[in-house]
């Protein structure tokens, strides 16, 4: 009887079901996006093949933030963590961590220039200056200014004969005018309608309102790769900027004496530099990079150099046997090619 229950127990026991483990991550494109009920990403793929190998079963836990990710490890909760969790010296003192699966490390965001979709809008903003109640004052304060010197050229030159100017106040008084103002801006000669004058009068100031537009639009462009002068991290001092909440980030931002907005989701993040709410987001490099080629083109700009250099690893609770079959793993990803066309299917187009 013994020896029967031994004999049924072996082939069980010989090749145990593979246990589903329970994998935590976190969506954070490209590393781990989500549609749906769908995942799909770098980390994911890499996952999936990683788990393929090793002839385990999985199933996704997914946490809200980094925090919690590697809390659901310490936990217990879950056997293996994936995203785009930054290897640092105090979390390899809790947890253990794969070989790396990704270089890395933080970069900064601002708002960039106005892309060629605003140019039609810049045009309107000029339309509306040159007609605003201040466009309009400036060319009051340009008549004015040249009322003042018309008169005294009036009144010295209509003693002169050899003057083209009437010695009658009138017309002599606007003669003066059209040559004070001509002197004020640099109009060619004026047209002899009443109402063509008036035109060409309105016209020169709105001139001088297109070059003074055009000067300051040409600038700020120039410029508005580091709007507010960031342009490397020691500039982040004092400056409002946003991150997630629990990353490396936060961390290197505090050291750098920012003001830190740290939020859950880090669309988020991007949505409030996006409304001027912030001045910066600072990130992990893959991921900023994929969200200025994506849904922030044309919007966002990375400046400096990438700084604080990271790799991401796969986490496990210290101790963990799979650790060295999953670096095995992703050894053999790397030797055999795969590892390269997935780098390729995700990271190609920010490359750049
Ligand atoms: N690489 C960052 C970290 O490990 C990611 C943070 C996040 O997932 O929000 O701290």
Partial sequence: MFVLAVLLAGPAVAQPAPAELRVATRVLPPMVEQDKDQLSGFSIDLWSDLAARLQLRSSYVIASDVRALLELIRSGQADVGISAISITAAREAEFDFSLPMLNAGLEIMVRSAAGPASRGAA??????????????????????????????????????????MSPEYFPGIFQAMLWSLGTLVPAREMPHRRLARVLAVVWVFAGVNLVAFYTAHLTASLTAQEPMGIQAPGDLRGKLVATTVGSTSAAALRGLRADVLEVTRIEVAFQR????????????????????????????????????????????????????????????????????????????????
């Fill in 123 to 164: 045009l309107w903003q000029l339309v509306n200056e040159v007609f605003s109640w201040t466009g309009l004052m400036w060319v009051a304060a340009g008549l004015l200014v040249a009322f003042i010197p018309a008169h005294i050229q009036w009144f010295v030159a209509r003693r002169d004969p050899e003057s083209s």
């Fill in 273 to 352: 530099l996006l409304d001027g709410e912030v001045e910066a987001v600072v990130f992990d490099s893959p991921v900023l990079r994929h969200f200025a080629a994506n849904g922030g083109r044309n919007k966002v700009a990375l400046v400096g150099d990438l700084f604080n250099p990271e790799d991401y690893g796969i986490v496990f609770p210290l101790g963990s046997p799979l650790r060295k079959q999953v670096n095995n793993a992703l050894l053999q990803m790397r030797e055999d090619g795969t590892y390269a066309r997935l780098y390729e299917k995700w990271f190609a187009q920010a490359a750049e």
